[in-house]
């Protein structure tokens, strides 16, 4: 049987007032992905939209050398074919 694959949607640590959830101005990032990695998950999905999400995702994992780790991400206005488009990626 394979092991379930869970994502942690990450805009409501860039943005806490994002979605139906408390609005506890204390919470420990670290702490929260600590819990993901112990449970088994392992992937994030991030954008730049959700303000300081991916820089607090990249801060963990920089101290966090033995995990490994899936990171996906959304990228706006983007067009096929574009040079500037593979750039901003």
Do not use: W
Request: hydrophobic share 25%.
């Amino acid at each position: 049987m394979n092991k379930p694959v869970f994502c942690l949607g990450t805009a409501k640590i860039g943005l806490q007032n994002y979605g139906y959830s408390s609005d506890n101005k204390d919470r420990d990032i670290n702490k929260l992905f600590d819990k993901c990695f112990n449970l088994g998950i392992n992937h994030f999905d991030t954008s730049p939209r959700y303000k300081k999400s991916e820089e607090l995702i990249g801060n963990y994992l920089n101290h966090s050398k033995n995990k490994k780790y899936f990171i996906s991400t959304k990228v706006d206005n983007l067009e096929s074919k574009n040079k500037e488009s593979y750039e901003r990626i």
